[in-house]
């Protein structure tokens, strides 16, 4: 048997899996073993901001992986503490809790919200529909698609969904005892759906009137993807907490939960926990991560780079009138298609694209954040020809 059908006998088939065995990566390049080369414009969902085999994580991995892999959470660890005073300082937040994964820190922020909220007899926590925000029970609670849910609830309770970017559905959803809504300021999964300032105005005033928190997801669109370091900058509000995870461990297993003052004192000793999450080695190629993006020039080159694609994509749109709208922010690019997307995205990858098919009808693009001008024309030159062909 072969790699590929050991995997089709061997795992639950919750993944689809592309027919691509991968033997290495360098820069934004993935190499087959066959030896064909790949452009990876989706980056490991949004994950390889620094491309494949970057020198900066890698020295970071080694020097921690001597010292020493794992410890635990009994421990004090320098690189943790490092990556949280960094991960602080930048975004103005007061305390941080890392995790494992995105989901996980999804799950952390609905405990630390349904604490914060115990004292206050406020309960009810609000998704939006069509967002994402993990796997597991409390994040499906959080979102409205029966893509994800179907069969697995009862869900948690007072747990509901508001409609996104309908400020009607907000204001009839939200009152006293309202604990919390979680958004993604640009839905990822949902298709690069970015929010309306409306929406966020209206939501950024029943929370003050209520007193209910605003949570952020910025699992997919933070670090810089949006062209800030979090998509929420964009809007004019300052969420109460933030989730992220994606790109912060450089490829390795991370994320976090980053609170504001407001609920700086919610969680004591003992009430949250996890083996694994701040893993030392994910924290030292964050540390990596958050020294390469945050640079003038690397934030420079974010926002040419993505004016650049925009425009390109708009030229596009001119010409095929497939394309239906080219939005989102920063490199986090949604193509919207008068048809169904993952047969463009298969004819892509025919030509050595990587780019991700999402809500049906979107091409999604989330290249590593250093993509080069010379490879954005090489991902719009192959894009070109698959329309044509079309
Ligand atoms: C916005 C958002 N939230 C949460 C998650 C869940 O993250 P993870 O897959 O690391 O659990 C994702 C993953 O795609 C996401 O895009």
Request: charged share 20%; glycine share 10%.
């Amino acid at each position: 048997m072969n790699t590929p059908e050991k995997e089709q006998q061997l795992f639950f088939h919750t993944y689809k899996r592309l027919s691509l065995e991968i033997d290495r990566g360098e820069g934004c390049y993935l190499f087959a073993k066959d030896g064909k080369k790949y452009l990876d414009m989706f980056a490991g969902l949004a994950v390889n901001v620094l491309g494949y085999n970057h020198p900066a994580i890698i020295k970071a991995i080694e020097t921690q992986i001597r010292k020493y892999n794992h410890l635990s959470n009994y421990f004090i660890q320098e690189t943790q503490v490092q990556l949280a005073e960094q991960l602080l300082k930048i975004s103005g937040y007061e305390k941080i809790f890392f995790t494992n994964s995105g989901t996980e820190a999804i799950e952390g922020a609905l405990k630390l919200v349904r604490k914060w909220g115990s004292a206050k007899k406020k309960i009810n926590v609000f998704g939006m529909t069509n967002g994402f925000s993990g796997r597991t029970m409390g994040a499906l609670s959080l979102m409205d698609k029966d893509k994800y849910r179907a069969g697995y609830g009862p869900f948690l309770e007072h747990c509901g969904h508001i409609e996104f970017n309908n400020v009607e559905s907000l204001k009839s959803s939200v009152d006293v005892n309202t604990a919390a809504v979680f958004l993604e300021f640009v839905q990822g999964e949902g298709g690069i759906v970015p929010v309306t300032q409306d929406f966020v105005e209206t939501l950024k005033n029943l929370s003050e009137k209520f007193g209910f928190l605003i949570v952020a997801d910025e699992i997919q669109s933070g670090i810089q993807r949006s062209g800030k370091f979090f998509a929420f900058q964009h809007f004019n509000i300052e969420p109460d907490i933030v989730t992220v995870a994606k790109p912060i461990g450089g490829g390795l297993p991370l994320g976090a939960i980053i609170g504001s003052h407001k609920v700086a004192d919610v969680w004591t000793y003992g009430v949250h926990g996890t083996t694994f999450g701040g893993n030392p080695v994910a924290c030292a190629a964050g540390l990596a991560v958050l020294n390469a993006l945050t640079t003038r020039e690397m934030q420079v080159h974010i926002n040419a780079m993505s004016e650049y694609l925009f425009a390109k994509l708009h030229d596009l749109q001119q010409k095929h009138h497939v394309i239906k709208e080219v939005r989102g922010m920063g490199l986090m690019i949604g193509v919207e298609l008068h048809r169904e997307s993952a047969p463009i995205v298969d004819a892509m990858l025919a030509k050595g694209v990587l780019a991700n098919a999402t809500a049906a009808t979107v091409v999604r693009i989330l290249p590593p954040l250093i993509l080069s001008k010379k490879e954005a024309d090489e991902f719009l030159t192959i894009f070109q020809e698959v329309l044509n062909e079309l």
